[in-house]
């Protein structure tokens, strides 16, 4: 990519000057991907997660208690914070039937996970998600980039005309990640909201009394061990580092790169791979991600167990070379960079596009 500015899609282009019709090159590649086994489900590796989730939990409760009302446990607070998102992250895998073959097994695991265990709505999330997965950075389609308080393209920063808010997208690079920091907060209370409404969600009194005891029994937990001073200082470590840890988890995948008109039509293969990006690493890495930094192809094969990705990802990508579809891929904080540089450019109204891979494809005609 030439340089970090928000990219549209054009609304409609030419066939790209191949005889093959583009419909049947993602049936091609699933045929690849199918054929290495790496499709096939991961049960030993998951039920060993699902064994250890609990004992976890039973861990970091005993060491809760036992180094009670002290500041120490503000280190522990980052435990917990930890803990909640790697459990997120194992919800996530479940809600994308990953985990079993069993639609129920996968939807029951992933609300126990996500509402028991975590504070958050499992209908919420997967309706908000599966828009993401559809339309990847699509304008007026993918949740991710309608966000209050972010401006991803030039129309949502043109909108904000209040000197207060002007002033504060036009420095939005600044305040990116710390306003991260809210982002827990923001989870929990956009899931109580959801459950609480009246939107339609599937097992609505089921993810009521999950939520209510885990937020509730979690509270009476940290203020009946802890003095107020030192159970609100808790809460605000867990909640921010939980929910900046989240952030930049999520954040590498896909800002920064092409925005798509409302009206663009792609095939499957490129709506996924030109919107999506990788993130170079070490398995620490994938482990400290929960798999995310594969995003490519997590988006092409969101049921491909999270073991698997890895080693799809050389696969995708040769394919993707053959083929002429730009595959990207970065470093961890060179991702940060290109989000940083590419949200400013949009605060300050800088809307002049680079020259996105499709673009660049389709203009040999």
Known sequence: MASDVPAFLPPSSPRPPRARDTTSEFSELAQKIHASGLMRRRYGYYWAKLVALPVAYAVAVTVFLIVGDTWWQLLVAVGFAVLFTQTAFLGHDAAHRQIFRSGRWNDWTSLIIGDLFVG??????QH?????HANPNKDGADPDIELPVISFTPAQAAKRRNPVTAWAIAHQGVFFFPILLLE???LHASSVRRVFSREPIDRRWVEILFILLRLGGYLALVFVVLSPGIAFAFLGVQLGVFGFYMGVAFAPNHKGMPLVPRDAKLDFLRRQVLMSRNVRGTKFLDVALGGLNYQIEHHLFPSMPRPHLRR??????AYCQERGVTYTQTGLFESYGIVLRYINRVGLGQSDPFDCPLVAQRSAL
């Open 120 to 125: 958050m709505s499992y209908g919420w999330w």
């Open 128 to 132: 908000k998600h599966t828009r993401h």
């Open 184 to 186: 827990g907060l923001s």
């Open 312 to 317: 799809a990802a050389p696969i995708i990508s």
